[in-house]
């Protein structure tokens, strides 16, 4: 077992030092935000209160982001567990890998995060109009026993998904094949009225969030309205996207075939993202509401922004890992439109499209939407000049350097995959 995982180590070193960079960055900004939390008591106030939650949801957000990073690893590793479930190993021995594969990793992970929280916190202190008093025994405390949680949690997911990839193997394995009957090709389509009521309620939520944005007396409520509407758009890329897809299959979008083609590949994308678009249509208005509280306290004030960043950078390097997962899957496909006679230059066309839709639909029309909602709280004093900036510029900054990331990598694997004979004979 230890000679196997020295392989596939040697072998995927590229995407283990990928995963240990993003488990750096994640946890040292797991370890800041646990500082921040720890150089207040909370006897002092309401307003202590409220600045130790801040710091808490971003570590909660850090913790939760993390299993999600686990788990997009994991896709990538379902045909490696096969193999060693296929080689007999024994539950000592799958135990014996996912301790030394996963938690060495993680150990590696937090260890230098630790290292590297403790550099930003004096980064932080130096050019910080507030100073963060804090004690390092209660900090490594709270920092190692939130790193405990996330390797219970993770042995907890890996291992219950060795034993559903065992149980698929022992289906398979005991199938009999049955007698089958005539085959009618006559398929009956059946009324779409799920989808239907799904669109109904995402347009609603679109219409109800543009309505309440626009109501000035509503202010208080911009972040709710903000929420609503991510969730709504979301709601229509993933369920009335491809029930418009089966609608105008045959109508349109067969005598376009390069339309088809994007919106397929859009479809996918957004599935793919999907889980952590939801958490940044949750945290974003949180944090607003923090904004709008209006606590006029330079550690208050200091105590959000740097949560605040933090929280973003956080979701921002997942939507780049998650990505990069996903960026394998894609490898058939451009192999088939080879096969086709599609040129190089038509498939870089399809897949900047992609990037493009996509850019528009999750970063763009929410920015306009989000800058709207920010200058609105701005004429009625819900937030200062510097912090109006500061929200806008790193929300759009950050996600436009994304949309350009995703293109660059569509592009990258393109030309690697078109001009490579080894992903041909993978994929005849």
């Given at each position: 077992?230890f ?14 030092s ?25 006897n ?14 971003g ?49 590696i ?52 998904q ?10 398979y394995?005991?199938?009999?094949q ?97 889980s ?31 949560s ?22 894609i ?16 498939i ?43 929200l ?34 993978r994929?005849?």
């Open positions: 077992m000679d196997y995982l020295k392989k596939i180590i040697k072998s995927q070193w590229k995407m283990y990928f995963l240990i960079l993003i488990l750096l960055c994640l946890s040292s900004f797991e370890f800041v935000l646990l500082c921040i939390y720890s150089c207040f008591e909370i002092q106030g309401i307003d202590t209160i409220l600045l130790r939650f801040i710091p808490t949801l570590v909660f957000v850090s913790m939760f982001l993390t299993l999600l990073m686990n788990n997009y690893f994991l896709e990538s590793k379902k045909e490696e567990f096969s193999i060693i479930l296929l080689s007999g190993c024994r539950n000592r021995e799958i135990i014996f890998y996912i301790i030394v594969q996963f938690g060495v990793l993680f150990l992970g937090d260890f230098l995060g630790g290292v590297l929280g403790i550099g930003l916190m004096k980064i932080i202190n130096l050019y910080s109009k507030y100073y963060f008093y804090y004690i390092y025994d209660r900090v490594f405390c709270l920092y190692i026993a939130f790193f405990i949680c996330k390797i219970i949690y993770i042995y907890m997911i890996n291992f219950s060795f034993i559903q990839i065992k149980m698929s193997i022992s289906d394995l005991t199938h009999h049955q007698k089958t009957s005539k085959v009618s090709f006559k398929i009956k389509k059946q009324k779409p009225i799920k989808e239907i009521l799904i669109t109904i309620l995402a347009v609603l939520m679109i219409v109800f969030s543009l309505q309440g944005l626009f109501q000035i007396e509503n202010s208080t409520l911009l972040p709710i309205y903000f929420m609503f509407f991510l969730m709504g758009e979301l709601i229509l890329i993933n369920t009335t996207i491809p029930f418009m897809y089966d609608l105008l299959h045959d109508s349109y979008l067969l005598k376009n075939p390069k339309g088809l083609t994007v919106l397929s590949y859009v479809m996918n994308l957004s599935k793919v993202l999907g952590i678009v939801y958490v940044l249509s949750v945290v974003v208005p949180v944090c607003l509401v923090v904004y709008f509280l209006k606590i006029d306290s330079l550690a208050y004030v200091s105590v959000s922004n740097i605040y960043i933090m929280m973003l950078l956080m979701m921002f390097i997942c939507f780049i890992l998650r990505f990069q997962v996903y960026l394998p899957q490898h058939q496909e451009i192999v088939v439109k080879k096969a086709l006679g599609f040129r190089l230059k038509e870089q066309s399809i897949y900047r499209d992609v990037a493009v839709v996509f850019v528009l639909l999750i970063d763009i029309f929410p920015f306009i939407l989000y800058g709207t909602m920010l200058y609105l709280a701005y004429l009625q004093n819900q937030i200062t000049y510097n912090n109006m900036l500061l806008s510029l790193s929300y759009l900054i950050l996600f436009l350097i994304y949309g350009c990331y995703i293109n660059y990598q569509y592009q990258k694997t393109i030309k690697e995959v078109y001009f490579n004979v080894k992903y041909i004979n994929s005849e």
